[in-house]
């Protein structure tokens, strides 16, 4: 296990701090299996995942530290040498908790990603968010496959073929963030959300995050039978009866 991944269990919330302050939160692949296991592993005792970083940035990206050297001997290793990261971003993705990020200052390349995937992000006014890939002769779809159905197809362009820096405001429009506060205000806001899901019962946790994570790529009829399903399944629950 690192030393840079601290994990707290608060009331009904894992929290998992990127304490890598001294180099802007960046994201080894030996940090990235281990956090994989952690949120797989924290719907067994907490309704949801706090995701924050120590320092004044989110995350400038990946850490070269522990990598393969050397260049790929083939498409199948340069393959298997990025699954790493796909295995992080769907840990993400597939939780059966919502998992919630907390972004200040610059969150680059593999941070953007990550605040992107997660289900909530809450960006303080002046952070900033880029996809600069591109600009080091790197193909970004590894990242862009974390934004497909976060952000639009105008964003993602726009974010892939620019490099350039986006603010919050751009990043809330753009769908990449949920919402953007002053700056300091990001653990009052955590707060106020966090009681919310505190009052929610179980198994309406797990049914929205089940619905949000299927019925997006349905068809309208679809998407709204399996709704009527879900809703007289989850309605008539113990979990939801009880309250």
Do not use: W
Request: net charge neutral; aromatic share 6%; hydrophobic share 40%.
């Amino acid at each position: 296990m690192s030393n840079y991944l601290v994990t707290e269990l608060i009331g009904n919330g894992t929290y998992i701090t990127i304490d890598r302050a001294d180099c802007g939160g960046l994201m080894s692949d030996t940090m990235a299996i281990e956090f994989t296991k952690l949120i797989q592993g924290a719907s067994m005792n907490s309704k949801y995942i706090v995701v924050r970083s120590s320092g004044s940035d989110f995350c400038l990206g990946r850490d070269s530290a522990g990598r393969e050297s050397g260049r790929p001997s083939d498409a199948l290793d340069a393959k298997r040498r990025s699954e790493v990261i796909f295995n992080f971003y769907g840990a993400l993705r597939h939780s059966k908790i919502p998992i919630i990020s907390l972004t200040q200052g610059r969150a680059l390349g593999f941070g953007c990603a990550m605040a992107s995937v997660c289900d909530i992000t809450i960006s303080e006014e002046s952070a900033s968010f880029a996809l600069p890939e591109t600009g080091h002769n790197i193909m970004p779809t590894m990242a862009m496959s974390s934004l497909i159905d976060r952000v639009g197809r105008k964003g993602i362009l726009y974010l892939t073929y620019s490099n350039e820096e986006i603010d919050a405001t751009t990043a809330l429009a753009f769908g990449l963030v949920s919402k953007v506060v002053p700056d300091g205000k990001l653990d009052h806001h955590l707060n106020l959300l966090c009681k919310a899901l505190d009052k929610t019962p179980m198994p309406a946790i797990l049914g929205v995050k089940e619905y949000t994570a299927n019925a997006m790529s349905m068809t309208i009829e679809q998407a709204t039978q399996f709704a009527q399903n879900m809703h007289a399944t989850i309605n008539t629950s113990k979990g939801m009866m009880g309250n």
